[in-house]
């Protein structure tokens, strides 16, 4: 009998832990054509608040307000709706909610992503998601990567040793003379701890699948890290580059407006 129980306990937490997690999709209509976009359950926050966002009909009437070609297109801000010609938009009432980062989520071309605040006045990165952007970006070579980390992680690295070297210079180099037992101690615990804070710091580093990417599809790397992507645009990419093509205006503002509709998508 206890053996037959914990069968089915067994069975019943293995079904659980391989049951599929539902996968959510939302269509984006403009003028300019149709994007369906996956929404990423590794950022389940970000997926969560856009689907009730959407269910609220919050986008629909906003525009695609700011349009930089090779970069994103930027919309959804409440005061797009119906804003004049001319007008500089993207003030909207915020929304924020705290990052979500993930390895597998990053800004190649057609990911959608949450903006935010500058981190002088938003300390933690916290994303708004009463709007979004989509990524175009560019292709990228490795070189091109390899400097991008070095550009973001030797200053990481500079003020690190500023921190938790310099202070120990004189000491180290007494020790050295003196007790090379305690220097390489001492020396081991400097390493350790910045070994420690560079860890966990806001460096950059490109995995195998986003060098891959990055090369191949393009995207914007170098927003890795400091803004969210919560999702990617599965079908219509084409119309990403027809909106980024736009003229647009001395705040980047497409000069024909791009006006938005957002809509759950039904499997």
């Known amino acids: 009998m206890h053996r037959l129980l914990f069968l089915t306990i067994s069975v019943i937490y293995f079904s659980l832990m391989n049951a599929q997690e539902p996968v959510y999709y939302v269509n984006i209509s403009t003028n300019m054509g149709n994007m369906k976009v996956k929404l990423y359950n590794e950022t389940p926050n970000h997926r ?20 930089v070609k090779g970069f994103v297109i930027q919309g959804g801000s409440s005061d797009s709706r119906n804003a004049a010609p001319g007008r500089a938009i993207g003030y909207g009432k915020a929304i924020n909610i705290d990052a979500e980062y ?24 916290m994303s708004d998601v009463s ?35 310099l202070p120990h210079k004189e ?14 101690k001492l020396l081991r615990e400097i390493k350790d701890n910045i070994n420690f804070h560079y860890s ?18 393009g995207g914007t790397p170098e927003l890795d890290g400091d803004y969210t992507v919560f999702g990617e645009v599965v079908e219509g990419l084409s119309v990403i580059n027809k909106i980024a093509s736009l003229p647009v205006d001395k705040n980047n503002r497409p000069q024909t407006d791009v006006t938005i509709k957002v809509s759950i998508v039904t499997q």
Do not use: W
């Open 48 to 67: 969560d608040n856009f689907l009730k966002l959407v269910g609220d009909q919050h986008f629909n009437g906003t525009l695609f307000y700011r349009v």
């Open 102 to 125: 993930h390895e597998n989520c990053f800004h190649k071309r057609g990911a959608i992503c949450a903006p935010r605040q500058p981190e002088e006045v938003n300390h933690f990165k």
């Open 131 to 165: 709007q979004f952007y989509i990524v175009q970006g560019r292709k990228y070579t490795n070189e091109e990567l390899d400097m991008i980390e070095k550009a973001t992680n030797n200053p990481i690295k500079i003020e690190l040793k500023r921190q938790y070297y």
């Open 171 to 184: 000491e180290l180099a007494r020790l050295k003379q003196e007790d090379p037992k305690a220097f390489n």
């Open 200 to 217: 966990i710091s806001d460096k950059i580093e490109f995995s195998e699948q986003q060098r891959q990417q990055y090369s191949t599809i």
